[in-house]
């Protein structure tokens, strides 16, 4: 499965660009799945849910299934955080993974800026950043800028980056 991380500082847009991006590269024939590093406190459990209760009780696993799809909690407890090899391995195979988040994990990354955030750019310490996805002129950028409100032209890149697409 190919890989491509979209990365960028809480608030710069990454979820709001993958939703715009995912349908485009649907129509062009691929089979997308995303993964997503959630902040530390995010949790899809509820107390007082017959899952939250399993795994209160010690289950390493929980699935739960409805008709119209199924999750798998896995109970890390003092594990380490698995790396993005280890996760994607236990992915149904897809043409294209898109990352969202995982900052500092090894996989080539397209950042998002935005100038209102007022955030320093992530590219210049980050050798695996390919392109930065950006609202505003980036003078002297190393790598290609897009621009962040063309999402078919950031999914052409991406289509071309993971070479799906010749450029």
Known sequence: MKVM????WS???KTSLLIEVLPILKAQGLKVSTMKHAHHRFDVDNPGKDSFRHREAGASEVLVVT???????????EEPEPSIESLIERMTPVDLVLIEGF????HAKLEIHRESEGKPLLCPDDPEIVAVASDCPLPGLK???LDLNDPSAIADFILIQTGFKQP
């Open 5 to 8: 991380g979209i990365v960028g």
């Open 11 to 13: 608030g710069s847009g």
């Open 67 to 77: 008709s119209s799809r199924w999750v798998l909690m896995h109970e890390s407890r």
């Open 103 to 106: 900052k500092t994990h090894h």
């Open 143 to 145: 790598v290609p800028r």
